[in-house]
Nanobody
Framework: QVQLVESGGGLVQAGGSLRLSCTAS????????MGWFRQAPGEEREFVAS????????VYAEFVKGRFTISRDNAKNTMFLQMNSLKPEDTALYYC??????????????????WGQGTQVTVSS
């Protein structure tokens, strides 16, 4: 069983920055793509960004392009999401997820097998 633990969320003013981390258990982190999703109250979970196993390919949702950067450190079993120029509409519970075997940089929740519990990001105006 894989466990994913997110951290780094918090309250920040509009225009500020946060860096989310996702640490995975086990020894297979480096062979799977990973992703970040978010869910605001009353909304469906939506794709934010994904990264392939080596970190050489990244995909972003249009609404975060130029503001967020996804990265990973396979030696530390950790994935990151650097979030800059935050907006109030970025407020949500942010989840990290590990892709299913054979999937790479999927933008759909169905492409992911394991999920963390989420970390809350709140951006005040």
């Amino acid at each position: 069983q894989v466990q994913l633990v997110e951290s780094g969320g918090g309250l920040v003013q509009a225009g500020g920055s946060l860096r989310l981390s996702c640490t995975a258990s086990g020894r297979t982190f480096s062979i799977y793509a990973m992703g970040w999703f978010r869910q605001a109250p009353g909304e469906e979970r939506e794709f934010v960004a994904s990264i392939n196993s080596s970190g050489g390919t990244t995909v972003y949702a249009e609404f975060v392009k130029g503001r967020f950067t996804i990265s990973r450190d396979n030696a530390k079993n950790t994935m990151f999401l650097q979030m800059n120029s935050l907006k109030p509409e970025d407020t949500a519970l942010y989840y990290c997820a590990r892709a299913r075997q054979g999937y790479s940089t999927s933008t759909r929740t169905s492409g992911y097998e394991y999920w963390g519990q989420g970390t809350q990001v709140t951006v005040s105006s």
